[in-house]
């Protein structure tokens, strides 16, 4: 089974290419996904991040509070690599089951969507990397409108992650989505031709 990996930077796209993809029949799997899946309660990884980072990024309830969590980790590089300590031997489990099930159903192609598959060291899981690519100042804003954070917010986010030009350097196929919804659907529907042969 050929696996692809789906990344870019916050903001580029992704979650939109992978829609586009399923929408052509090719099996997604969301490494962010897997990373809430990772941290139900109960789960060892929301044990170890509990009694790493405290109560005050549990809810009430006894869940993970993501926008405390992230407050954290956005603001201690320290922090952030601990998180990912945690998070990513977890997540590598859960894809390596699904990709596991989707070979096993048969399927001739799987796309591994995941934000820092780079970053993450997570590239020796797929075949091929695709890159979602926006220039920086898109992604700030659409960052920004999105998510409600302020520019300072959003230039922080970026900070943390390998800079888009960085990224497409890796990227055996490299997806512009500085345009249009349109262009960005015609795009993808190119490549669904071009690369899997389906309409």
């Not at 407050?71 to 998070?87: N, Q, S």
């Not at 890159?131 to 302020?150: H, N």
Request: proline share 5%; net charge negative.
């Amino acid at each position: 089974m050929r696996v692809i990996g789906l990344t870019g930077g916050i903001a580029s796209g992704k979650s939109t290419v992978a829609r586009l993809l399923a929408g052509h029949g090719i099996p997604v799997i969301d490494a962010d996904q897997l990373a809430r899946d990772a941290v139900h309660p109960g789960t060892a990884a929301l044990g170890q991040i509990a009694a790493r980072f405290g109560e005050r990024v549990l809810t009430p309830a006894g869940a993970l509070d993501r926008t405390a969590l992230a407050e954290i980790v956005f603001a201690d590089p320290g922090a952030r690599r601990t998180l990912e300590e945690i998070l990513h031997p977890a997540i590598k489990s859960l894809a390596e089951q699904r990709l596991a099930e989707l070979q096993r159903r048969g399927e001739p192609v799987a796309v591994y969507m995941a934000p820092l598959l780079i970053e993450a060291g997570a590239a020796d899981r797929v075949d091929e990397i695709w890159v979602v690519y926006v220039d920086r100042e898109t992604q700030l804003q659409r960052l920004v409108s999105r998510d409600g954070v302020s520019r300072e917010g959003a230039e922080q986010r970026l900070a943390a992650q390998l800079p888009m030009d960085e990224k497409a350097a890796q990227g055996r196929i490299v997806i512009d989505n500085c345009g249009t919804p349109e262009m960005l659907e015609k795009r993808v529907a190119e490549l669904c031709r071009a690369e899997f042969g389906v309409e």
